[in-house]
C-alpha cells in the first residue's frame, strides 16, 4: 500500500512530526503578565426589545428517509427545549442547563444536502442564541447565532427558527449558545451530516483494500460513535465570569471535564500531578521568574500573577484556587464493543476552556476526518483534540476481552487533569465498578506526556492535508491581507487587534452588525470584502504562554503558514514567498474552521469571501471571548441586506 503517513509531512514547517512534543509543552491557558485590573463590574444585562415576537413559521415537510431516495433533500425539524435543572454529573450539584431535557443536548443529524430547521424554546432565565459551529450558512448569514452581529438574542419565553441547508459540507459539526459562556452550563450538543455518496473516502488506506473492513467502516460512518470531550466546573459560568470581572481573577481551574456528560473525579497523589505537570512548572517558571506548585485537582497556582494577591480565593471559591479534591463515584461512560472489528468515534470539543489529548490504551486510532474534511489518514497513539475542533477516528478493536480507558487529559499548562471513560470487551454490567484496573498499555499519563519519548505516534495536524486533492488553495495573491494580535492587555481582558481594541459583552445587544446603520467599531472589519476575493487573516500571538484556538464564522479556511516559534514578520503571503519564507504552504495545507495559534507563534488563514455577511472571529476560549477577543469581519454586506427576512430583522 502506497500510503505513508510521513509522505504528508513538510520537512520546512516547524511543527512537523519531532516537534509536536515541544508544542504540546507550550499549550497553555496559564497566565503570566502581572497587570493591573481596573476591577469596574460589566453592565449587566438589559433588554434590548420588549414587544414579545411571534416564532417564525416555516413552510418545511418532514419525509421519512424511508420513503425517498437518499440523494432527495429533506427537511429536518427540530424542536431544542432549553431548561435548568440542579444536576451533579460529577457528584457536585449545581444548576446545570439542559437541551431537552438532557446534557450534551440531542444529535442533530441529516444527509448532505438537507435543509435543518431547530425550533429553539428558549425556557431559561437568561436570554440565548444557538450557533451551529462550521455550519457556513451559506446564503442565510442571519441563522449564524451570533447575538449582535446576525440576530437578536432570545429571550426567556421566546422561540426562534434556525433554518438552514447543509449543501456542501458533511461531517462533524456541534451546536452551542452563543450568548456568554453558556454552553459551558449545557447548551451543547452535536450535529452530524452524512456525507453524500459520491464523497471520496480514505477508507481504502486504512483497510489496506480489504473491501469489508472497508464496507465496515462505510457502514459505521452512518452512526458514529458518540466521543465528546466538555469541560466542567463547579460554578456557573456566569458566577464565574462574574468573579473574573469583579476580582480581576482569570479562570483557570476546572472541576474535571466530562465525557458525554459523564464522569468522575478522582484524585491523583500530588508525586502524580507534580511529574505530570512537570513541564509545566518550567515552561510558568520561565515565562515568569515565579516558581509555584499544583493544589490537589492539578490546578497551577498562580496567585502570584493572577488577581489581586491577598483576598480570599478559597472563600471566594475563586476558579483556579480549589479547595481540596474530593472524589466521587458516578458513571463514567463506557462502550461495549459487541463484537465488531472496528469502532468510529465522532470525536468533538465541546470545551470552552482546555483543550486535551485523547488516547486509548491499548489500541491505536486511525484520524479520518477533521472539522467536517476527511484528510489523508493517520494511524496514531495519541490525538491533540483542539477546543471546539471535531475528529472522525476509526479504532481496530484488536482485544479479546478486558476494559481499556479512553483517556482525555487537560493539554493546557494551568492544569493536570484527565477524565477517562472505559472501551470494554465484556458482556454489559448493570452497575459501575469503582473503577477498572489499568490493565494494558497506557500510552499517556494524567498529563497528557506520552510515556515513550521518542514517540512519533501523536496527531500531526500540519500534516492533515484534506483527502481531496482539490481541496486547495488559491494561489493568490489574495485581495485583502489582515492582521491581528493576540494580546492580553490586562489581567482580564484579551485582545485579537493590532491596537488592543476589545470586543464589548455589551455588543450582544446591540442592533446586528449584519444590519445595523452604524457599524463604525473599534473590533469591526468594514474593508470592503466583496464576494471572489481571496482574504488572509495574519494573526500573531505574542504571549508567551497562552494558546488561542481561533474560530471564524461562515468559512473553512486553509491554514497557509504555521509556527510555533515565531511571528509571521512579513505584510503579505506573498511578501513572505518572495523571502523565501519556510513556513508557507499553498500546496496542501489543513482545512479547518478553528485552529489553534501557538505561543509566540503565527498562523496565517486564507479563505475565499463566499458568503456575504457579518463573520465573527474569535478566541473559543470562552473567557477570552468574554473579555474581549473577538472581532466581526464584514463580507459584500450590502449584497446580503436587502435579503435578510423581515422576521429575523424585527425579531
Ligand atoms: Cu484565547
Not at 471 to 486: D, E, S
Not at 598 to 621: E, K, L, Q, S, T
Request: some cysteine; hydrophobic content about 35%; aromatic content about 10%.
Amino acid at each position: 500500500m502506497a500510503f505513508d503517513k510521513d509522505r504528508a509531512n513538510d520537512d520546512d514547517k516547524d511543527r512537523a512530526n519531532g516537534d509536536d512534543k515541544e508544542r504540546a509543552n507550550v499549550y497553555s491557558n496559564g497566565a503570566y503578565k502581572a497587570s493591573h485590573f481596573p476591577g469596574s463590574q460589566g453592565t449587566r444585562d438589559s433588554r434590548a426589545h420588549s414587544v414579545p415576537i411571534p416564532m417564525i413559521k416555516c413552510i418545511t415537510t418532514l419525509l421519512s428517509l424511508l420513503a425517498v431516495p437518499a440523494f432527495a433533500a429533506v427537511v429536518r425539524e427540530y424542536s431544542l427545549n432549553l431548561t435548568a435543572s440542579y444536576l451533579a454529573p460529577n457528584g457536585f450539584y449545581r444548576e446545570t442547563f439542559l437541551v431537552n431535557g438532557q446534557h450534551p443536548g440531542p444529535l442533530i443529524e441529516a444527509d448532505e444536502g438537507d435543509t435543518i430547521s431547530a425550533t429553539v424554546y428558549n425556557n431559561l432565565q437568561v436570554p440565548m442564541t444557538i450557533h451551529f459551529h462550521g455550519i457556513h450558512q451559506l446564503g442565510t448569514p442571519w441563522m449564524d447565532g451570533a447575538p449582535g452581529v446576525s440576530q437578536r438574542p432570545i429571550f426567556p419565553g421566546e422561540s426562534f427558527v434556525y433554518n438552514f441547508t447543509t449543501a456542501g459540507q458533511y461531517g462533524s459539526y456541534w451546536y452551542h449558545a452563543h450568548v456568554r459562556s453558556y454552553y459551558q452550563d449545557g447548551i451543547r450538543g452535536p450535529v452530524y451530516i452524512r456525507p453524500a455518496n459520491d464523497r471520496p473516502r480514505p477508507y481504502d488506506l486504512v483497510t489496506e483494500g480489504n473491501a469489508t473492513a472497508t464496507s465496515i467502516l462505510r457502514a459505521l460512518e452512518n452512526n458514529p460513535t458518540p466521543l465528546y470531550i466538555m469541560d466542567w466546573t463547579k460554578l456557573t459560568s456566569d458566577a464565574i465570569y462574574y468573579r473574573e470581572i469583579t476580582y480581576g481573577i482569570d479562570p483557570t481551574c476546572i472541576l474535571g471535564f466530562l465525557i458525554n456528560g459523564k464522569g468522575r473525579l478522582t484524585c491523583p497523589t500530588n508525586e502524580a500531578i507534580t511529574a505530570a505537570g512537570a513541564g509545566r512548572l518550567e515552561i510558568f517558571q520561565n515565562a515568569t521568574g515565579i516558581r509555584t506548585s499544583f493544589d490537589s485537582l492539578g490546578c497551577l497556582d498562580i496567585s502570584a500573577v493572577n488577581g489581586y494577591p491577598g483576598i480570599d480565593n478559597v472563600a471566594l471559591e475563586a476558579p483556579g484556587y480549589s479547595a481540596s479534591c474530593q472524589a466521587t463515584n458516578t458513571d463514567r461512560e463506557i462502550f461495549y464493543i459487541n463484537g465488531t472489528d472496528w469502532m468510529m468515534f465522532n470525536v468533538i470539543s465541546m470545551a470552552g476552556a482546555f483543550a486535551s489529548y485523547l488516547s486509548i490504551d491499548g489500541h491505536d486510532m486511525w484520524v479520518l476526518q477533521v472539522d467536517g474534511t476527511f484528510i489523508q489518514p493517520q494511524k496514531v497513539k495519541q490525538l491533540y483534540v483542539g477546543l471546539s475542533s471535531r475528529y472522525m477516528i476509526a479504532v481496530p478493536t484488536v482485544k479479546d476481552s478486558g476494559n481499556f480507558a479512553i483517556r482525555f487529559a487537560c493539554s493546557e499548562v494551568a492544569q493536570v487533569t484527565e477524565q477517562i471513560a472505559w472501551l470494554s470487551y465484556n458482556a454489559p454490567t448493570a452497575s459501575q465498578p469503582v473503577d477498572y484496573p489499568v490493565t494494558s498499555d497506557v500510552y499517556q499519563d494524567i498529563g497528557g506526556n506520552l510515556y515513550d519519548p521518542d514517540s512519533t505516534q501523536t496527531f500531526n495536524e500540519t500534516a492533515a492535508a484534506p483527502f481531496e486533492e482539490s481541496v486547495k488553495p488559491p494561489q493568490g495573491p489574495a485581495q485583502h491581507a489582515i492582521h491581528f494580535t493576540l494580546n492580553r492587555t490586562a489581567v482580564v481582558s484579551f485582545s485579537l487587534m493590532d491596537g488592543g481594541a476589545l470586543m464589548p459583552i455589551e455588543m450582544e445587544y446591540m442592533t446586528p452588525l449584519l444590519w445595523a446603520d452604524d457599524v463604525n467599531h473599534p473590533t469591526t472589519l468594514d474593508i470592503g470584502i466583496k464576494t471572489g476575493d481571496i482574504v488572509d487573516l495574519i494573526i500573531d500571538n505574542t504571549d508567551r504562554v497562552i494558546l488561542h484556538p481561533m474560530h471564524l464564522h461562515g468559512h473553512t479556511f486553509w491554514v497557509v503558514s504555521e509556527s510555533s516559534r515565531e511571528n509571521f514578520g512579513y505584510s503579505t503571503v506573498e511578501e513572505a514567498i518572495a523571502n523565501g519564507s519556510s513556513t508557507i504552504n499553498l500546496n496542501n495545507p489543513p482545512y479547518r474552521d478553528g485552529y489553534p495559534v501557538a505561543p509566540r507563534g503565527h498562523v496565517v488563514f486564507r479563505y475565499i469571501a463566499d458568503n456575504a455577511g457579518a463573520w465573527m472571529f474569535h478566541c473559543h476560549i470562552n473567557m477570552h471571548l468574554m473579555t474581549g477577543m473577538s472581532a466581526v469581519i464584514l463580507e459584500d454586506r450590502e449584497a446580503i441586506r436587502p435579503k435578510i427576512p423581515a422576521s429575523v430583522i424585527d425579531f
